[in-house]
């Protein structure tokens, strides 16, 4: 059973025939070629594949395309600033090494974002705690949330136990 | 002095631009025109026999393009050890075939028995669940013990489930024994190093395509050695001729040893290829990663420690069981062995050392190398007992590591476990811990956690380890099939900027960011103007890969060699562009001058005059400027380090909380020590990890019950602290070009015996004799062990 499902990605009208059991990670990846939405496993732990539906964080994985009929959908494609440099968290991940193998960043920055939304400038704990659902293998998290509370606009050279280089 | 791009500086990544912007492009981002997708039927019994396979029905499901099963590859190769290992008493160990699909049997709960090929994956996976299929099971091998003591084998044709009794250092058995028996203090312990299962966060991924019109076939593939792969695959599996086959590992999303090795599903995308002329594509799902990715660990040690009256070390000794599941994965049969034995002297000047190590066969996932590979189990088993004989003596476990520690002025230093450790300053790294992490502080903060109702218990560590590996001629000699050397090609172009080629393969290390540091620091050009090219057999020279933390120590030393000899000609054609004898030419900062004059010409300059080779001296000198170098290290590096931790355990729960950690690790010379620090911090996580939540359990039939993120405990950013970590107590590798030792594994190497040294402290202090509790220290375990003791 094919079905038409219109949206909006990344401000742009998009409109594909699916099959009913088409997830939305699968319509972004395959169908709109949008593969910096990443699956990393099948259980909706890992959040590789986070992506905004109108606005909130959602597991793309976990989601049917035709669930999003209508809404506005964004991704990691979209994040970067009009101009294409790099937008304030996306670039506290590279100043802070806030990633490595690059394959749970975008459900990272997608997480981040919602996080800020929610909070500007949440704690170490409160960070920690928001990506229960975000898995990094590479980084241990220190960079990660260390990048994330610089985005909120907070001093983590004060924050973090940082390494010391003589 | 450093460019501000160069050696030495905390450059941010280049690689990460495409990263943060979705633009990375991983095996599974790649799609093809008229790709379909292989799909594999998957055994959910651990051990049984394959009665008949009938695929009438499947064959004729919607999409279905062709259906292969372990029939169809009976002709070709098997997946191969890459080490040979011979018992105690010289017998070649056992080594049973690895098939692309099983065939007969199947041997653990994920072996592919088949593999349905369709138009997409969907239609594929409707086809696998309408195969009819008849196995009869068997009772399942799981735990080693009884594997050895049963007649019930997991391959017949072999009559044994053990693959081999080794010992080392052999020569040395009786005297350890000796040592043992007549010993002041001998303390004892028995340890699990708990079974592990990699999760790379990307799932494994291989792309088959074939050209009917050339003969050439392209293996796109997660991979951290696509040349390692090509080998294995071309000489060992299918035989496709090496020119014809080119194996592309492009953004490769984190590996941790479980992407070094060949997998059967990348043979089958290749076979499946060339029979339909059709792109093939194979994207893991995370259960079968669970189950067919290599795992890790797996050991049951017995390891004792003799002591003088005076505290000196006399001799180690370990019995231990490693499993290799269920056939032999390519690393499986070193790890456990030169990886692991060779460092049972730690940092230690013990006199003795003798380990034996009996691997088994088990209906489970093929073990293998994970992040550490034989020396996190060599570097728990050793400072556990550490740890246990200074309170078993009532000696301070610093002072007693402190006694026994081979002294600067001791270097090289012959290791009683058969190495030749070049560097090290163990007293530094251990003075420089316990500043940094404010040891003389703990006290108070005891005090505070018991104000709180929670033991809190200091921990600490020191490890050396083998890196860079390896060289080739000593490896040979221990049973190694291949060489460890590594290449690099420096291509500078005609308009000065540079391609380096390099065989090493990054999968989060920052290759793209380092290797170009070395170059500027050597050339004096912007790292900006270097790009690297790696992961595609057609682009890059023979290089052996990514893991043992050896891609700086000896593919970047490859990288400087060729470097070199790029330097060397440059001085030539700079010479004859400058009428002066090439001895008369200086080269600094991206400048070719005379001595003595105020001649010169700039790096891009000479580029040019390399490939517009007018007014040339061509009968002299050749036109171009690209040069390639193999380096093959003259000794394993020996990164080392001193960890403490503090863990607070609620005696209410047994829940334990890592409080402090601390990393003082020598690296050697650090090239970009913002990504050094990355790297420590990404294994510590591993570490700690490994020592608290993670676990894989099999139930007695096999079944894997830790199969998903539902039931195998990943460590979430709340389970971690922030992490102190030091560099500052390097001695340089005395035997590569760039002094640099390696980082990638210390980490995962220091921090399990770390946090387990500080929970069994914190259970003392709470007046519990408990000696010693098995990793992982969950809730559960620890909460069990308070209620048992006394």
């Avoid at chain 2, 303390?187 to 019109?213: F, H, K, Q, W």
């Avoid at chain 2, 026994?404 to 163990?426: C, H, R, T, V």
């Avoid at chain 2, 400027?625 to 590096?637: C, H, I, K, Q």
């Amino acid at each position: 059973m094919m079905t038409t499902v219109t949206m909006t990605v990344n401000g742009k009208s998009v409109s594909e025939t699916v099959e009913g059991r088409t997830l939305l990670s699968t319509l972004l990846r395959d169908d709109l070629r949008l593969t910096g939405t990443h699956i990393g496993c099948d259980t909706s732990q890992c959040g590789a594949c986070v992506v905004h539906v109108n606005g909130k964080a959602v597991k793309s994985c976990t989601m049917f395309a035709i669930e999003a009929q209508g809404a506005e959908v964004s991704t990691i494609e979209g994040q970067a600033n009009a101009d294409g440099s790099l937008n304030v968290i996306q670039q506290a991940f590279q100043d802070h090494h806030g990633l490595q193998c690059g394959f749970c960043t975008p459900g990272m920055v997608m997480t981040t974002a919602s996080l800020l939304k929610e909070n500007p400038k949440p704690t170490e704990a409160e960070v920690r705690t928001y990506l229960e659902g975000n898995i990094c293998r590479c980084t241990g998290y220190h960079n990660i949330v260390k990048a994330i509370m610089a985005a909120s606009g907070q001093d983590v050279s004060s924050i973090a136990a940082e390494q010391l280089i003589s | 002095m450093p460019k501000d791009d160069g050696i030495g500086a905390a450059t941010v990544r280049r690689e990460d631009v495409r990263f943060l912007t979705g633009r990375g492009r991983y095996s599974d981002d790649i799609k093809a025109y008229g790709e379909c997708a292989a799909v594999f039927a998957r055994s959910n019994v651990a051990n049984g026999t394959i009665k008949s396979i009938n695929t009438d029905v499947a064959a004729t499901m919607p999409g279905v393009l062709a259906i292969f099963t372990g029939e169809d590859f009976v002709e070709v190769g098997g997946n191969p050890a890459g080490w040979l290992i011979n018992s105690r008493d010289g017998e070649p160990m056992k080594e049973p075939k690895r098939p692309v699909l099983a065939h007969g049997k199947v041997r653990h709960v994920g072996d592919a028995y088949a593999a349905v090929i369709a138009e997409t994956a969907a239609q594929g996976r409707d086809a696998v669940e309408a195969l009819e299929v008849e196995i009869e099971e068997h009772a399942a091998v799981i735990n080693m013990k009884d594997a050895l003591a049963g007649t019930n084998y997991v391959h017949d044709e072999i009559g044994t489930n053990q693959c081999f009794d080794w010992g080392w250092i052999e020569d040395n058995r009786a005297a350890t024994d000796a040592a043992i028996k007549g010993a002041h203090h001998v303390t004892t312990l028995e340890l699990v190093n708990n079974r592990l299962v990699p999760n790379a966060i990307e799932p494994r991924c291989s792309i088959g395509d074939y050209n009917p019109g050339t003969g050439d076939y392209t293996l796109q593939t997660t991979s951290q050695n696509p040349h390692m792969t090509r080998l294995l695959i071309s000489a060992f599996v299918l035989g496709i001729p090496e020119n014809k086959l080119t194996v592309i590992a492009p953004d490769v999303g984190g590996g941790f040893g479980s992407k070094i090795y060949h997998y059967g599903e990348e043979a089958l995308v290749l076979a499946a290829a060339k029979k339909l002329g059709r792109t093939v594509k194979w994207t893991s799902d995370r259960s079968e990663a669970f189950l067919t990715d290599a795992h890790g660990r797996d050991h049951v040690t017995k390891i004792e420690l003799a002591l003088d009256d005076k505290g000196n070390f006399l001799a180690f000794r370990t019995e231990t069981l490693a499993n290799v599941g269920a056939y032999l994965s390519n690393f499986s049969t070193v790890t456990p062995t030169f990886l692991h034995g060779t460092l049972m002297a730690g940092n230690y000047t013990v006199p003795l050392v003798y380990v034996n190590m009996k691997t088994v066969f088990t209906n489970t996932a093929p073990v293998d190398a994970y992040r550490g590979a034989g020396r996190p189990e060599a570097t728990f088993s050793l400072e556990r007992v550490i740890d246990m004989a200074a309170r078993e003596i009532g000696r301070d476990p610093i002072e007693l590591r402190r006694q026994n520690f081979i002294k600067p002025d001791q270097y090289p230093f012959a290791s009683a476990a058969g190495l030749e450790y070049d560097s090290g300053n163990y007293d530094a790294l251990m003075d420089q811990m316990e500043k940094v992490s404010d040891k003389t502080g703990f006290a108070a903060r005891r005090a505070e956690s018991e104000a709180k109702g929670l033991l809190r218990g200091f921990g600490v560590n020191a490890y050396v380890e083998a890196c860079g590996i390896a060289p080739s001629n000593l490896v040979g000699i221990l049973g190694a099939r291949v060489g460890l050397y590594d290449a690099a090609t420096v291509r500078v172009n005609a308009t000065g900027n540079l391609s380096v080629m390099v065989g090493a393969h990054s999968h989060g290390q920052g290759h793209e960011t380092v290797f170009p540091q070395i170059v500027a620091n050597m050339l004096g050009i912007d790292a900006a103007s270097i790009d690297i090219v790696h992961g595609d057999t057609s682009k890059i020279p023979f290089g052996m890969g990514t893991y043992g933390s050896r891609s700086l120590a000896v593919c970047g030393s490859a990288v400087v060699r060729a470097t070199e000899k790029i330097i060397a000609k440059a001085i030539k054609i700079a010479a004859h562009m400058l009428e002066a004898e090439a001895s008369d030419v200086d080269f600094s900062d991206g400048t070719f001058s005379v001595k003595g004059t105020n001649k010169s010409v700039s790096f891009g300059e000479v580029a040019l005059k390399a490939y517009i080779p007018h007014d040339y001296p061509i009968d002299m000198i050749e036109p171009g400027l690209e040069e390639t170098a193999f380096y093959d290290p003259a000794n394993f590096t020996y990164p080392s380090g001193a960890y403490c931790c503090e863990v607070e355990v609620d005696p209410e729960t047994g829940k334990v909380r890592v409080d402090r950690m601390t990393a003082v690790d020598d690296f050697g010379n650090v090239i970009n020590p913002m990504i050094v620090t990355g790297q420590v911090h990404g294994g510590l996580g591993q570490g700690i990890g490994q020592a608290l939540v993670e676990q894989t359990t099999y139930d007695d039939d096999g079944q894997l019950l830790s199969a998903s993120y539902m039931d195998y405990a990943m460590p979430r950013a709340d389970d971690l602290p922030f992490y102190v970590v030091d560099h500052s107590q390097s001695t340089i590798c005395t035997h590569n070009p760039l002094g640099a030792k390696g980082c990638g594994e210390a980490g995962a190497i220091g921090s399990p015996p770390t946090v387990v040294n500080a929970v069994i402290d914190a259970m003392q202090s709470g007046g519990k004799n408990i000696t010693h509790i098995d990793m992982p220290m969950t809730p559960h375990r620890v909460w069990t062990a308070m209620n048992n003791a006394q």
